[in-house]
């Protein structure tokens, strides 16, 4: 499947809004603090920056920005435009949704507007495919077997790490804090445009999961969901290795309790199986096979030329 030219100009304009959109907020809160280091460090989850409360964004906003630039060049110019698309609008469209019920109007409408965008992203997607590609037009490929079972390996184990650790923290916690930390209740510190934190993991162990299975079966549109998981991975595990490295925890392993060690265990895989993701999915993908020649040329075709000289007997 391709996509039409008038879908890819659509699908460019959307995710160029999307963008804009995520960028006026971070330069808001860039001037509301004032450095870019300690938006940053707010972005990371220092707990000093997140109890102080300044910033509407959160890890999710840097992120979601790369991503629609990312998806407006593959828009213009990649053969994998309509996975590019559906993968950008479907994350956009799950990480913005707690946003109607946040409190505060800016969430609010930041949360309509983002939605549909996300909501014209899949149909765009959807309605701008066609089955037939021109001659100079490259068509979608499968991911290569060996690195689609390694990203897909990876990817898997991840969404089961996210799996137990929201099970852990249901288990910990009462019952009316897991819940807010589903719904964004007032138990829950976190930035206006955040997604609430076991929502998020939510989300992340589906576009997990999803990115795997593709992986596994070798589909066309692992690359766009694959790289879209090896971002969000790799963004949370830098945020957190490079929290522990602030706080010198690293050094201070034998010392930490049994979560602790888990948790930076964690991070660490995050950071380095993300970057594994993203380098095992960006390579050029399995050949396409080459069509057999016809037997016989096509119908109301015109004989080729007899040969000249023509040889004797001719």
Do not use: N
């Amino acid at each position: 499947m391709t996509v039409t030219r008038p879908a890819r100009l659509t699908g460019a304009a959307l995710c160029a809004a999307l963008a804009l959109l995520s960028a006026v907020w971070i330069l808001k809160d860039l001037a509301g603090l004032g450095s870019p280091s300690d938006l940053g460090w707010y972005w990371a989850g220092d707990p000093h920056f997140l109890l102080r409360g300044q910033s509407a964004t959160s890890l999710t906003d840097p992120v979601l920005l790369a991503v629609s630039v990312a998806t407006v060049v593959a828009a213009l110019r990649s053969r994998h435009a309509a996975s590019a698309l559906a993968a950008a609008g479907a994350v956009t469209l799950a990480l913005r949704l707690p946003g109607l019920w946040a409190p505060g109007s800016g969430a609010l409408v930041t949360a309509l507007l983002s939605l549909a965008l996300a909501v014209g992203l899949l149909v765009t997607a959807a309605a701008g495919r066609r089955s037939g590609a021109a001659p100079y037009e490259p068509r979608p490929s499968s991911p290569r077997t060996g690195p689609a079972v390694a990203a897909g390996v990876l990817l898997a184990v991840a969404a089961l790490v996210t799996v137990l650790w929201e099970l852990y923290w249901a288990t910990a916690m009462d019952l009316d804090i897991t819940v807010d930390r589903f719904t964004g209740g007032r138990t829950v510190i976190k930035a206006a445009l955040a997604p609430p934190p076991a929502w998020l993991s939510l989300v992340l162990v589906a576009l997990y999961g999803t990115a795997a299975g593709s992986a596994f079966a070798r589909a066309r549109h692992t690359r766009a969901f694959g790289l879209l998981a090896g971002v969000f991975l790799a963004a949370g595990g830098l945020a957190g290795v490079a929290r522990a490295t602030r706080y010198e925890v690293i050094g201070d392993f034998g010392g930490l309790s049994t979560t602790d060690r888990l948790s930076l265990l964690t991070t660490c895989f995050g950071l380095l199986a993300g970057i594994a993701v993203l380098a095992l999915l960006a390579g050029r993908g399995a050949p396409a096979p080459a069509a057999a020649p016809a037997p016989y040329p096509p119908a109301g075709m015109p004989p080729p030329a007899p040969p000249y000289p023509p040889p004797p007997g001719w």
